[in-house]
């Protein structure tokens, strides 16, 4: 079965320190994979998108992430949070097929501590 | 350039009520989505429409729930009647699907937030 999993449901992180956000999924074909951030109220915003070529992909406000396909994974890193980081984070995988719906994990929230 | 439109942003209701969303997408995106998000969960598909045909309507719980994207741009996301289950977030997505295939970028809206009494 399709599936994306985020281990954390909630990450505190003191601000200028270094995130990482776990996303590991399960996908019959060659995953297309996606990081988007939600703020309180607000939709959903795309921070990076992984669809081929270099496996590290770099976004929006800092943000990078890594596919490794053999650990089934999409983890985001950024190298110092700032207090507006604090959101919650959803990783989502799609097919290579154009207007195929993404699957979700559940997210991550992440609280920036001062 | 405007991002994908949704109105209302909030909507307070009783059960056995209807309600309606509406949803206006980028301009020049063929594709949209409606995704319902529960609390705590990221969101599910409720229906995809490529241009004005529903191509991926499956989750779409079809006693209560109905939805239209007439003349293939805006869409409207239909609940009757409304039970305590149904309060989440509805929320309108868009891309462009080209001729060529290959995976296409969703842009998401702010979301109805619905909370049924």
């Known amino acids: 079965a399709q599936s994306v999993t985020q281990p954390d449901i909630h990450i505190t992180v003191s601000e200028g320190a270094s995130l990482e956000l776990r996303c590991n999924y399960s996908?019959?074909?060659?995953?297309?994979l996606f990081w988007y951030v939600q703020s309180p109220g607000q939709g959903l915003q795309l921070l990076l998108k992984?669809?081929?070529?270099?496996?590290l992909v770099q976004g929006i406000k800092g943000f990078e992430a890594e596919f490794k396909r053999s650990q089934s994974s999409f983890n985001l890193r950024k190298p110092s949070v700032h207090w507006s980081d604090a959101a919650e984070y959803f990783c989502?995988?799609?097919?290579?097929?154009?207007?195929?719906?993404?699957?979700f994990g559940k997210g991550t929230t992440l609280s920036v501590s001062s | 350039e405007a991002g994908v439109v949704q109105s209302p942003r909030y909507k307070i209701i009783e059960k056995k009520q209807p309600v309606a969303f509406w949803c206006n997408p980028i301009?020049?995106?063929?594709?949209l989505y409606w995704y319902r998000q529960n609390l705590g969960q990221g969101p599910e598909l409720l229906i995809r429409?490529?241009?004005?045909?529903?191509?991926?309507d499956s989750q779409l719980p079809k006693d209560r729930f109905s939805a239209e994207r007439l003349k293939g741009v805006d869409s409207t996301l239909k609940i009757q009647p409304a039970e305590l289950g149904d309060s989440a977030v509805y929320l309108c997505?868009?891309?462009?699907?080209?001729?060529?295939?290959?995976?296409?970028?969703?842009?998401f809206g702010p979301g109805t937030r619905l909370t049924v009494l």
């Open positions: 301009s020049g995106h063929n594709t």
């Open positions: 997505a868009s891309s462009f699907t080209g001729l060529a295939g290959g995976a296409d970028t969703q842009y």
């Open positions: 996908y019959g074909a060659t995953p297309y």
């Open positions: 429409y490529e241009n004005e045909e529903a191509v991926d």
């Open positions: 989502a995988v799609g097919a290579n097929q154009a207007g195929t719906a993404l699957i």
């Open positions: 992984y669809f081929s070529g270099d496996t």
